[in-house]
Each structure stands twice: as C-alpha cells, then as structure tokens.
C-alpha cells in the first residue's frame, strides 16, 4: 500500500467527498479591454492573459505579454492569485494556474476559490485536475455557430476533494513527472541549437573550402529537375490507404499535415525534396518514397551527382531566407528557385556531411529513438499515473 492510499484509508476511509465547481469558485469571464482607450494599455503593469501566454510561457504563469492598467478594470476588480484560467471558447480546454493577481481576455474562465469557502485545497492539485476538466469541456461544447463549453453544466462539474494531505502528496508527484519532462525539453531545444550549429557551420563556405576538398558553386536549376505540384486527381484518390490507394498525396503542410490523402498514380519515383511555395513558405521536407504532389509544393529531384540528403540539409539552412513580395499573394515559384546558388562539394564529402547530420537529426527529431521518444514515452507514463491518481472513491 503505497502513502496515498494510507492516507485515503486513514483520513477518508468512506470515499472522497465531490464538489460542484460553483460551490467552490467564482466562475467569472475575463474580457478585452477597448483597444482604442490608450488608457487603459499604455505602461500597464497589470497581466492580462491571453492564449499566447500559455503557448509561450507555460502552464503556470507569472506574467503576460501583454498589461492592462487599473483604469481597465471594470469596477476596479482584478482576479486574485493562484486562479486557474481554462478556455471555454474557441481553443477550448486549455488551462492554466496564474500565480498572480491578474485578467485575462473573454476566451477564458476564471476559477477563483470563494472567500466564504472553508474547503481546504492546494490550488495546484485543482490544476492537475483540470486536464480532466479540460477534456471534459472538449467533449461537451456547444457547436452551433461560435464554440463554446456548456456554461450550466461546466458549473455543476464536479470535482473531488480529498484532503489536503492527500492533495499536496499527489502535487508532489505529479510536480516530479513534470519535472522529469520539463528537463528533457530543455535537453532537447539545446540539442536542437546544437545541431543547428553545426549544420550551418558543416554547409558554411569557409568549411568546405578548408576542410571539405573546395566546391563549386552552382544554380538550383543545374542541379536538380523542379517541379510544381498539380491539381489533387480527384478520380485517383482516397482520403485513407487502401490496397490500391496507398501512394501519398503530399501538399504545402509541415510534417504529418502535409499529407493530403493517397492515390495510385507514381508522379515522383526518386530521392527528391520538397519545399512549400505557399503558407508554410520554404518549409523543406526529404522524400525517399514515390509521392504525388499538388499544388503549392515544388520538388527538386538532383540531375547530378548530388547526395539528395546534402541538399535537403543545405535546403534547410536556406528555410526562412527567401526575398518573398508582399505585394498580392507571399508564394514560391520554379523561377524564383531555379536561380538560388548552393554549394556543392565533392561527392565524399557530401556524403560524410550527411552522415554526421542524421545523427543529430534523429537525436532530435526521431519519435522512434532519441530525445523525441524519451519525451513520448515520459508523456504517456505521466498521464497514466496522473489519472489514477486523480481519480476517486466518492463518498456515499
């Protein structure tokens, strides 16, 4: 028997008690303050949070982005600290713990612990358990024109409160896994700058010229064969594989998003890469697989004896430094490409440039192998024990 279920047994042997959410909170919206006041933005110091806090800085929250001054405030109420936001429109189930006296747009709701509440509850544990509540709103949203959570029912969610005891010992494994993770992401983004490093410094002109047998610099459209993708064969075409459908359709999206569905037509049957000519401007994927692209995607087959992993690496560098127009439509096109100088080095040093760089590649990215899958697997073990130990015996 492990210290919970001791103290489970010991300080509530009957079951956990569970409250309605609006016995426990003031559940309030935040709102936007009038844009076109200065007053109420410049030099504020107030946070107002918004979901590109949680995207930026986490789930427990300090500071915003943005501030609010007190002249916002509509009858100079602010949020008291260590209140949970949780999004109840548009992104719905995100959340956080703010940590500080704040507001936060109309996308969130506030949980605030009522003043007369004489519950005792670490509010860290009801952050924890709002990742169930989070998913309970994804499930329970109204969606007839704008989404949004169900208000009435979100208000008679209920919550188990076992005591405190129990709360802080399940706040402080949970806070370990999160820890765990938390390192690991951080061991991840340095590797990531790591390889970003070194693949520049590997693909840089000084390199090659002094340690890399020279190279010659040459044109895209010497090198490899471009290509735009065509329109989707909409009479060759299943949006899932199947044993005739099983050639990927590949569109201008990054990573799994590029793939549009699959068909039987072979367009691509070489070592190519491709790079997105619209949205996702200049976002560069290897294929090593026969592929069917459409539009908004170029592909570059080699016509030379040119390493097409080099080029996708040397592709890579180039990802966010294309002269794009901003007058009309921001787009990639064959001619723009066709004229793009790259280095080209001998054929071994290609080749040994590649090897050290699908290391670090799949060290980084690989959700097979590497930090990647650590990070997975870290996930999967946290949300296993998160909900068993967020779950409850209700009292009868």
């Given at each position: 028997?492990?210290?919970?279920e ?16 609006d ?15 200065k ?61 500080v ?5 109309q ?43 169900d208000?009435?029912?979100f208000k ?15 706040v402080k ?34 390199y ?5 047998g020279?190279?010659e610099?040459?044109m895209?459209?010497?090198v ?5 993708g ?34 039987n037509?072979?367009?691509i049957t ?8 619209r ?12 592929f069917?692209p ?38 990639l ?11 080209i ?5 290609q ?14 990215t690989?959700?097979?192998?590497g930090i ?10 946290y ?10 015996k209700?009292?009868?």
């Amino acid at each position: 028997m492990n210290k919970i279920e001791k103290l489970l047994k010991e300080l509530c042997p009957n079951g956990v008690e569970f409250k309605k959410l609006d016995e426990i909170f003031d559940i309030k919206n935040g709102y936007t303050p009038s844009k076109a006041n200065k007053d109420f933005w410049n030099d504020g110091t107030i946070p107002w949070f918004r979901m590109d806090d949680i995207r930026t800085n986490g789930r427990i929250l300090s500071d915003s982005l943005q501030h609010i001054t007190k002249q916002a405030l509509k009858g100079g109420k602010i949020f008291p600290k260590n209140s949970i936001i949780i999004s109840t429109t548009a992104t719905i189930g995100e959340h956080a713990l703010v940590v500080v006296e704040s507001m936060a747009n109309q996308q969130f709701t506030y949980l605030s612990k009522k003043a007369n509440c004489d519950l005792s509850i670490d509010m860290k544990f009801i952050y924890y358990y709002c990742f169930i509540l989070g998913e309970w709103c994804r499930q329970n949203t109204n969606i007839s024109g704008f989404a949004s959570v169900d208000m009435k029912s979100f208000k008679k969610f209920q919550i188990p409160i076992p005591p405190l005891e129990v709360q802080e010992e399940i706040v402080k494994i949970l806070d370990t896994f999160t820890k765990l993770e938390a390192e690991l992401e951080a061991e991840l983004e340095a590797r990531r700058r790591q390889y970003e490093y070194y693949r520049n410094k590997l693909l840089s002109f000084e390199y090659l010229d002094k340690n890399g047998g020279g190279y010659e610099l040459k044109m895209l459209g010497e090198v490899c064969e471009i290509i735009a993708g065509g329109d989707v064969p909409k009479d060759n075409f299943s949006e899932i594989r199947t044993e005739n459908f099983n050639i990927p359709i590949l569109s201008n999206g990054v990573n799994e998003k590029s793939l549009y569905g699959y068909t039987n037509l072979p367009k691509i049957t070489k070592p190519s890469i491709t790079i997105s000519a619209r949205g996702t401007i200049g976002w560069v994927n290897f294929c090593d697989y026969t592929f069917f692209p459409i539009v908004r995607l170029l592909v570059l087959t080699p016509k030379i004896a040119v390493n097409t992993k080099f080029l996708y690496y040397v592709m890579k560098t180039k990802e966010n430094n294309y002269n794009i127009e901003t007058s009309g439509i921001p787009q990639l096109t064959k001619p723009m490409i066709e004229k793009i100088q790259i280095q080209i080095p001998p054929f071994a040093t290609q080749e040994k440039i590649v090897s050290i760089l699908d290391k670090f590649h799949t060290l980084t990215t690989d959700l097979q192998s590497g930090i990647p899958a650590e990070i997975k697997a870290r996930k999967k073990q946290y949300e296993y024990y998160r909900n068993k130990l967020l779950t409850f015996k209700e009292a009868i």
